[in-house]
């Protein structure tokens, strides 16, 4: 449903908590408005604005990217769209990152369009980045060619992008800060935890910044490494793509990325490596010690809602969590690079 105004003003739309989808309001001439509050669910509301004035407040050195991973198809209570829709329509938003995992299991295209509808409905993804996940070529072999071509198709085919998006890695520079953000595919190679050589290779030149006054900035899905002492399934190529990062001829600020759920943050070697709570819904401590989050239904810790600050200038990274998390795992992930 959608909602009009017959003097073309704002109208702000109703969520409907029995469907859990939102309207979206346009004016009398069939332009989209900005998209209101009222499309966030109530309880997420106070903390989603209050981020939005804590990043709105901000001076122009920081540049701040939304960050959601891991929401598991029917595990995610499909609250974190409209978060995300309304802080990149109303906040000093660069960019919106999906990490990976879109689906449950096996690969399953059901999970992924219903996860990704309300993103796609608002009819504009030029903000919107996405990853591929292991989850993303579990099952039948025909699953990595189906879950690539709806990423590509989605999200990226109408960007310009360096790299080989249609396999879900590729870059893209901001000369004006002198920022490359690259994004790659942890699964590329068919297999759910490894690269392709080929991929590697590409890292290897993409890391070969303009000059050294540059920063990079990575973006993937599964850990490059032991995270705490736990070996991830990807770590022989994981080392060899952190190697590739390391020589990188500018500042490296970190790789921030998904997959095992929790939230954590550790300097391997000189690589600032940070891993995003999960935004299924679901109480899972995947290592003791590290994660343990209390995830209650119709309350605010059902979602897990990431939003990252740069600040080229100062070389200060700050997270901010709209939702689930550990406040003291938190804490260290504002740091100095």
């Given amino acids: 449903m959608s909602v009009y105004s017959k003097q073309g003003s704002i109208i ?10 939102a309207s979206q309001a346009y004016d009398i001439s069939g332009h989209k408005l900005i998209y209101p509050i009222s499309n966030v669910v ?9 981020v939005e004035a804590e990043i709105s407040a901000l001076s122009d050195d920081w540049e701040n990217i939304v960050f959601l991973t891991d929401p598991h198809g029917s595990g995610n209570k499909q609250h974190s769209q409209n978060i995300a829709l309304y802080l990149i329509s109303n906040a000093k938003i660069k960019m919106l990152v999906l990490g990976g995992d879109y689906s449950n299991g096996y690969w399953s295209k059901t999970e992924y369009d ?24 579990a099952g039948e072999s025909t699953a990595v060619v189906e879950s690539k071509a709806c990423i590509y198709d989605d999200f990226l085919d109408t960007k310009t992008l ?15 800060r002198k920022v490359r953000w690259l994004f790659i595919n942890t699964s590329d190679s068919g297999s759910s935890f490894s690269m392709s050589q080929t991929e590697i290779a590409w890292i290897a030149q993409s890391v070969a910044l ?72 679901e109480n899972v ?10 995830r209650v239904a119709d309350t605010s810790t059902e979602q897990a809602v990431s939003v990252i600050s740069f600040n080229f200038k100062e070389r200060l990274v700050a997270l901010r969590r709209i939702g689930a998390g550990k406040p003291s795992i938190l804490e260290t992930m504002q740091f100095l690079y």
């Avoid at 969520?15 to 859990?20: E, P």
């Avoid at 990325?257 to 000189?270: A, L, M, N, R, V």
Wanted: glycine share 8%.
């Fill in 285 to 294: 401590n995947y290592y003791d010690g590290i994660s343990v989050t209390n």
């Fill in 114 to 137: 219903t996860y990704m509808a309300g993103l796609l409905a608002y009819g504009d993804t030029s903000k919107i980045y996405a990853l591929m996940g292991n989850h993303e070529v």
């Fill in 12 to 21: 702000d739309t109703v969520y409907d908590s029995d469907s859990q989808s």
């Fill in 210 to 281: 303009p000059d050294s006054t540059w920063q990079l900035v990575v973006f993937g899905h599964v850990t490059l490494a032991k995270i705490a002492g736990v070996t991830t399934q990807n770590e022989t190529n994981g080392s060899s793509v952190i190697s590739a990062i390391n020589n990188c001829n500018g500042t490296v600020v970190g790789y921030f990325c998904g997959h095992q759920h929790i939230d954590y943050c550790e300097k391997i070697g000189s690589l600032q490596h940070m891993t995003m709570l999960c935004d299924k819904f």
């Fill in 42 to 50: 109530s309880y997420y509301r106070d903390a989603t604005q209050a």
């Fill in 162 to 176: 360096n790299g080989s998006p249609e396999n879900t890695y590729y870059y893209i520079d901001d000369p004006k």
